[in-house]
Antibody, heavy 124, light 108 residues
């Protein structure tokens, strides 16, 4: 059974870089989109971006200028870097396994396995 | 604001059928995926594609779509269904993915 676990600092100073790693266990990293999502306190979910096992990336337009997502297949891990953070980046950050499919000519996208989430606070 | 619009809150009596909707232009071209999130927990996939449920999701959950509107229907809502529900799909450009703002379901 595939499991995901986020790790990284829980506290980051304003203007610095937030760095998180997601470790994939119980399965291969091949064939999926590996995704980061966040949720500010008391608010909804926000899709940050993903990386395909081929290395292709896709980011939210609102975060694209500050985000990097990378993949380390040898360690079965993928990582998030968010530069120049502010208090608005305080959130629970989730990693997830994503995929897509087509049914009766329409595509769909999903994330079926999620990490438990890690809280990151941006504060001096 | 999100390109997928959801009502902030809905309520239903125990055992009643409740429908949660998601509106967006992209839904004319893509299916919505639905997630359930309970306090302090990660989201859980409940519906994907035309109307598919992952293993372990009760069959009282179903999905449908018409025009620019996707719906999640719970037939006979249970107390344990009280949660936040999010739709998820492509944005209007078709290039990125986006969540709806979420709907808080209260089961009375």
């Amino acid at each position: 059974q595939v499991q995901l676990q986020e790790s990284g600092p829980g506290l980051v100073k304003p203007s610095e870089t937030l760095s998180l790693t997601c470790t994939v266990s119980g399965g291969s990293i091949s064939g999926y989109y590996w995704t980061w999502i966040r949720q500010p306190p008391g608010k909804g979910l926000e899709w940050i971006g993903n990386i395909h096992y081929s290395g292709n990336t896709n980011f939210s337009p609102s975060l694209r200028s500050r985000v990097t997502i990378s993949l380390d297949t040898s360690k079965n891990q993928f990582s998030l870097r968010l530069r120049s953070v502010t208090a608005a980046d305080t959130a629970v950050y989730y990693c997830a396994r994503g995929g897509s499919g087509v049914q009766i000519y329409y595509y769909y996208y999903f994330m079926d396995v999620w990490g438990k989430g890690t809280t990151v606070t941006v504060s001096s | 604001s999100s390109e997928l619009t959801q009502d902030p809150a809905v309520s239903a009596a125990l055992g009643q059928t409740v429908r949660i909707t998601c509106l967006g232009d992209s839904l004319r071209s893509y299916y919505a995926t639905w997630y359930q999130q309970k306090p302090g927990q990660a989201p859980r996939l409940v519906i994907y594609g035309k109307n598919n449920r992952p293993s372990g999701i009760p069959d009282r959950f179903s999905g449908s779509s018409s025009g620019n509107t996707a719906s999640l229907t719970i037939t006979g809502a249970q107390a344990e269904d009280e949660a936040d529900y999010y739709c998820y799909s492509r944005d209007n450009s078709g290039n990125h993915l986006v969540f709806g703002g979420g709907t808080k379901l209260t089961v009375l």
